[in-house]
């Protein structure tokens, strides 16, 4: 009996050998296929494998110089010699240190809504691009002027409920032309709080917070923390005392009016997800209020004031990269949003069927007369975004009504603003200040205007507006307005509407040509 045993016994031992080496070689095949995935996905902290491009190089390094000719306060390793400390006192009459931040554009103004949009969007570039900034020297000079912002937000947020979104009266302000340097005007304060809230405003703080959080999550650890509780905090305030700033403040209505702040909160909680991956965020944006604020297969154009364009491509990341565990209803919603994130791609696409036809003769997307290039370089920002999520992913067909295109017809497109924008152009001029041979000149910006040994007050800085001279001071890195829709410019310093630079902009054009610096790019996970 013995010896039948141990011959029935051999091909048992045998199976389970095989079992055992089938099971083993399916282990390592899921490793070795998750490493190369990984390295094709998420190839981190790798630098380009490309060829840097020099054009869009030198054009980064100018314009973030702009973010240092815009910082309030004592400044620290300055790189603009005709810049000095500046607003120091700000924030003195509710007790608070308000005195960091960033003018507006070329006032010395602090608005809260546009600057934390500016966070927002440089906070986005560097997680999308950091590896092409850093590339080319240019990383740090990001990350301190992001860090600028979030530290004056970080102050401007003493509470839980309660807000500061503007230090200076615009009325004031607008009616002085003087140095920031030298400006001796009260500079009052504006709070948003639970009897007069401000939903959009503190949305949008909430999402530049939680967007920097990732930024700094490996640098600074601690700060990053510090970030995210400040964006959990304002992100509840937001969505549980909803009400618009534009109605708690009329004033602000001449400046930075808000159309709604639907787009604010799901921008926030898209922010949050991607910062804790908490689920419940993404219920939030998808069966919660998906359907109440996203406007599905509706585009439009990404801004200050309406952030649905930026939310719809955020979370087509989400769509396209996948995450462990999503309801059927959150997964149908996302889908929705990367529809209506496809939508707007076809309607940049200029040979798209569905391609819009807000453009100048010239080839810029064209949508106001007011800072004109704010809308061509979001587009181009979200285009390259959206190019570089369909290569990461291995999408190769993007179609517009029954018409395929390529994520390189993206990038195309893309590079057809940013060059339009350096010089590519009718008027034969770089809109960007610093940036080629031929610029603007009369930059509607004071202190550029003044030269640092004027001795002016508010009134009589006046003649330095109406001067027939250039600026004496160069603001290296400023995006002016941009030109008519006829492809015109005329540069003179009272034309407000076409020569003032705005820091957001800045921003804007800062991630598209971070995201311009190489031929292709893989989409980097975030930290």
Known sequence: ???????????????????????????????????????H??????????????????ALEIALQFFDIQKSGKLVDNRISWRGDSGLQDGSEGNL????????????????????????????????????????KQLGYAQNSLRWITDYLINVHPSENVLYIQVGD?????????????????????????????????????????????????????????????????FTFADTFRGSYSISFPQVQKFYNSTGYGDELLW??????????????????????????????????????????????????????????????ENLCLQMYRKTAEAIMCGLLPDSPTATSRRTDGGLIWITEWNSLQHPMASAFLAIIYSDYMLTSQTET??????????????????????????????KISYLVGYGSSYPQYVHHRGASIPVDADTGCKDGFRWLNSDDPNPNIAFG????????????????????????????????????????TASSVAKSYP
């Open 1 to 39: 009996m013995g010896g039948k045993e141990a011959e029935a016994s051999k091909p048992r031992g045998l199976f389970w050998w095989l079992l055992v080496l089938i099971i083993g070689a399916l282990v390592v095949t899921t490793a070795v296929l998750t490493i190369l995935r990984d390295f």
């Open 41 to 58: 996905y998420f190839k981190k902290n790798r630098p380009p494998s490309h060829p840097i491009s020099k054009k869009y190089a030198d």
């Open 97 to 136: 240190d308000l005195s960091k931040g960033m003018y507006d554009a070329g006032d010395t103004m602090k608005f809260g809504f546009p600057m934390a949009f500016t966070a927002t969007v440089l906070s986005w570039a560097i997680l999308e691009y950091g590896d092409q900034m850093n590339a080319v």
């Open 170 to 234: 615009p009325e004031v302000d607008h009616k002085c032309w003087e140095r920031p340097e030298t400006m001796s005007e009260r500079r009052p304060l504006i709070q948003v709080n639970t009897s007069f809230p401000g939903t959009e405003v503190a949305a949008e703080t909430a999402a530049a917070m939680a967007s920097a959080s990732l930024v700094f999550k490996k640098i600074d650890s601690d700060y990053s923390n510090s970030l995210l509780t400040h964006a959990r905090q304002l």
């Open 268 to 329: 926030a909680a898209s922010w949050l997800y991607h910062a804790t991956q908490e689920e419940s965020y993404l219920r939030y944006v998808t069966e919660l209020n998906g359907k109440n604020f996203a406007n599905w297969e509706s585009p439009t154009w990404f801004s200050w004031d309406d952030k649905l364009a930026g939310t719809q491509v955020l979370l087509s990341r989400i769509n396209f990269f996948g995450v462990k565990e999503m309801s059927t209803v």
């Open 398 to 427: 993007l179609y517009c009504s029954g018409n395929s295109y390529k994520p390189e017809d993206l990038r195309k497109f893309a590079m057809s603003q940013a060059d339009y924008v350096l010089g590519t152009n009718p008027m």
């Open 478 to 517: 400023a995006l002016v307005g941009g030109p008519s829709l006829n492809d015109s410019y005329l540069d003179s310093r009272k034309n407000v509407k076409q020569g003032e630079p705005s820091t957001y902009n800045t921003a804007l054009i800062v991630g598209l040509l971070s995201g311009l610096l």
